[in-house]
């Protein structure tokens, strides 16, 4: 299925095209369900837009947010993206984080798999970013955690980055594939250079290939 690109002339209309995009499917959601599942990427790309929602969506509190994945550090780490979220979010919004157990990642995983029970059994939407190396989420390319997340039916891996922290915790591609709406956010022409050649085969190209069912929305401004 073709994906959908939607080209934003500057980084205001990109807030403000993804903000009212991301309302609406909150609104069908809560509407359907009476609450909405949401799982956010970290970054400086999205965190705009994520205060923007906090500043004007009003059904916020119906809306169950999660992250897509995390580095494994304290939630009052700088490099923490449960803490950047807290930040980018009013305090009564409804967050959970992947990072429960920094002793034994094994627990960790299994304490994660019940917090994030309601996102397992149905996300709403889940908004990704793209690293200059395309990978998605935490899943690199050439890491042996990231090709066993590629392939892996079990929705949370471990995985190592290239830069530190190394140590991540990823939702599965099987994971990600499953969610009922899939928004993709990219800035700058080097990446969408690397999106649009996919004879490189990159985690994102892995993605964009395997989305089967429904198309996935890619925001992109320089």
């Known amino acids: 299925m073709e994906n959908e690109l939607i080209i934003l002339s500057s980084k205001e209309e990109f807030i403000e095209k993804t903000s009212q995009e991301v309302s609406l499917i909150l609104d069908s959601s809560i509407k359907k369900h009476n609450q909405a599942n949401l799982l956010l990427s970290g970054g400086s790309t999205p965190g705009p837009v994520y205060k923007k929602l906090s500043k004007t969506y009003g059904s916020l509190d119906k809306v169950n947010i999660g992250l897509v994945d995390e580095r494994y550090v304290a939630q009052t780490s700088e490099y923490s993206n449960e803490l950047l979220l807290k930040n980018c979010f009013d305090e009564n919004a409804n967050i959970s984080g992947m990072v429960y157990d920094l002793e034994n990642e094994e627990n960790n995983l299994e304490l994660l798999n019940t917090a994030y029970g309601q996102f397992i059994e149905r996300t709403d939407l889940l908004i990704l970013g793209m690293g200059g190396d395309g990978h998605i989420a935490s899943i ?35 994971f990600i594939l499953n969610s ?43």
């Open 180 to 222: 009922k709406n899939i928004f993709l956010f990219i800035t700058g022409d080097a990446k969408l250079n690397i999106l649009q050649n996919d004879t490189l085969d990159l985690p994102i190209h892995k993605l964009l290939q395997n989305r089967k069912n429904k198309k996935i929305k890619i925001f992109y401004t320089k």
């Open 140 to 174: 690199f390319p050439e890491d042996e955690g990231s090709n066993q997340a590629i392939k892996d039916v079990r929705p949370f891996l471990f995985t190592k980055a290239p830069s530190n922290p190394k140590f991540r915790i990823t939702s599965s591609f099987n």
